[in-house]
């Protein structure tokens, strides 16, 4: 095997497959090293498959989506594990691994198992096991090693009575009580998945409300199905002070909040965020700057403060998506070797959250419209209102669209509920042309489906903003 390339990757998650994957495309010599034994990253092996595949078994075997539509009412046994319901993502995983291993070979992309460390910026040192050190180098090295969760200081982390998200996936059992620390996208989606398997969840958030970078109402709504459909218990600016485990033959959790309260449970998931996995990397013997969280400091162009080397994905942080991190490795290899190609990230980035019920949303929320001081109004539309939702029985969903006053030029969209991170992708698509409201009013959509609700949304916001310049005194009435 040679030791030099154009192109060193370091991590095997989207990121990296993809970064390595387009430079391979336009001619240039790639070797990606991973130190797992599989491709995938957290995306595929602990993260963003196994949760959603655990999530859509959940709502499959628990009947949450039928409950009591039908007179039938199931309940998950109490005696069945996590690993029953991971027979599904078993072989979605399998799947990714075959699809990734294949990219490789088709672009004929050089792949290293072992754990690579930067010795100047153009080397890579390759720890393998039982093997020898191997050095290669580069004119350009991808850094796309991902993230991991975040593990407090003092936390008694044991990965059965205390577990972070990725540890959770291999509970020995279904918890009957289970706390969960974080009101964020990981918290939330286990909180509502463990719920889903009969498991009596308490979420514990520090701040005041759930997923805050989201729309006040979404947020609302999210909180509200939780506690009423799931009977999650949802405690608000609510902060652990201190993590324990108890008990000799059955231990237990048990979580002190500031306040003084004290709450037990059979498993404490800790999720507070994530951290760069950038530990054993050497940036700081080669110059390359992180921040207090460990993710690596990056320009628009994903160059890091060496020349030589980028960064792309969950390393560098927010939004730290498997959607965005493809497109932000795409767009540093292009930009590393000029290729007159992808040339910046797409402005427009649809988000999703895998809770019971589904949030997603793209573009200015209401709250952040009104942060910026923007001239907008908001339409809206129910779930409730519309056929496909009373068949499905989501009930409290709901498509809300924020537009600007003067021209209805659409800004963002916020959905609650069934498949909300798959209809997002109109919105994101209106969004991209710098298209109005009047798009989804001058669309058909097929009958009956959760889409219509974008029409209705549109409809209603163009009620408001008439009923909003016909009691102006001075404006002229709209027709």
Sequence with gaps: MSDHFDLVVLGAGPAGEKGAAQAA??????????????????????????SKALRETALRFSQLRQRGLFGVDVHVQPDITVADFMFRERSVVEAEWQQIAENFARHQVTVLQGDGRLLDPHTVEVSRYREKPLRINAEVILLATGSHPRRPAGFPFDDQIVVDSDSILTLANIPARMLVLGGGVIGCEYAAIFAALGARVTLINERHRLLERLDHEASE??????????????????????????????????VRLADGTELVADCVLV????????????????????NEQGFVLVDEHYR????????????????????????????????????????????????????????????????????????????????????????????????????????????????????????????????????????????????????????????????????????????????
């Design 25 to 50: 495309y336009f001619g240039k010599k790639v070797c990606v090293v991973e130190r797992a034994p599989r491709p995938g990253g957290a995306a595929v092996n602990t993260g963003t498959i196994p």
């Design 271 to 290: 999720a507070v965020g994530r951290e760069g996995a950038t530990e054993s990397l050497g940036l700081d013997d080669v110059g390359v700057r992180t």
């Design 304 to 479: 890091t403060t060496v020349p030589s080397i980028r960064a792309a994905g969950d390393i560098i942080g927010f939004p730290a998506l498997a959607s965005t991190s493809m497109e932000q490795a795409r767009v540093a290899v292009c930009d590393a070797f000029d290729l007159k190609y992808k040339q910046r990230l797409a402005s427009v980035i649809p988000y999703g959250v895998w809770t019971i019920p589904e949030v997603a949303t793209v573009g200015e929320t209401e709250d952040s419209a009104r942060e910026k001081g923007l001239s907008f109004d908001v339409g809206k539309a129910s779930f409730r209102a519309n056929a496909r939702g009373q068949i499905i029985g989501d009930l409290e969903g709901f498509v809300k669209l924020v537009f600007r006053r003067e021209d209805q030029r659409l800004l963002g969209c916020t959905i609650v509920g069934e498949t909300a991170c798959e209809l997002i992708h109109v919105a994101a698509t209106v969004l991209s042309f710098d298209g109005t409201i009047d798009h989804f009013i001058q669309s058909v959509f097929n009958y009956p489906t959760l889409g219509e609700a974008y029409k209705y949304a549109a409809y209603d916001g163009l009620q408001r903003l008439a009923r909003r310049v016909s009691n102006t005194v001075g404006l002229p009435r709209i027709r």
């Design 221 to 254: 709504a999210l909180r509200s199905e939780l506690t009423r459909r799931l009977g999650v218990q949802v405690f608000m600016n609510a902060v652990a002070t201190d993590v324990r485990v108890e008990g000799d033959d059955k231990k237990v959790g048990v």
